[in-house]
Nanobody, 114 residues
Framework: QVRLVESGGGLVQAGGSLRLSCTAS????????MAWYRQAPGKQRELVAV???????NYADAVKGRFTISRDNAKNTVYLQMNSLKPEDTAVYYC????????WGQGTQVTVSS
């Protein structure tokens, strides 16, 4: 069984930064994708950034140039560095892992005040 645990959410002023972390535990195939999703009230959950075990990345247009996803394969940890935060970034952020199955973290709240 795989478990994902997120940390790093909180309250920040517009223009500030946060770094989210997500550590996966359990038996994980070496070929995998980890990602960050977010969901604001009344909106669908959307992909924010994704990174493969090989290090290739993709970002949602709304966060390009501001957010950076990275991972430490030895630690089974994925990070999301969020800079120049905007109130529109306010959401619950969820960690995601896909190997042969799909797994979700519990979510961490990010609130950006104006």
């Amino acid at each position: 069984q795989v478990r994902l645990v997120e940390s790093g959410g909180g309250l920040v002023q517009a223009g500030g930064s946060l770094r989210l972390s997500c550590t996966a535990s359990g038996s994980i195939f070496s070929l995998n994708i980890m990602a960050w999703y977010r969901q604001a009230p009344g909106k669908q959950r959307e992909l924010v950034a994704v990174i493969s075990s090989g290090g290739s990345t993709n970002y949602a247009d709304a966060v390009k140039g501001r957010f950076t996803i990275s991972r430490d394969n030895a630690k089974n940890t994925v990070y999301l560095q969020m800079n120049s935060l905007k109130p529109e970034d306010t959401a619950v952020y969820y960690c995601y892992l896909r190997d042969s199955k799909q797994y979700w973290g519990q979510g961490t709240q990010v609130t950006v005040s104006s």
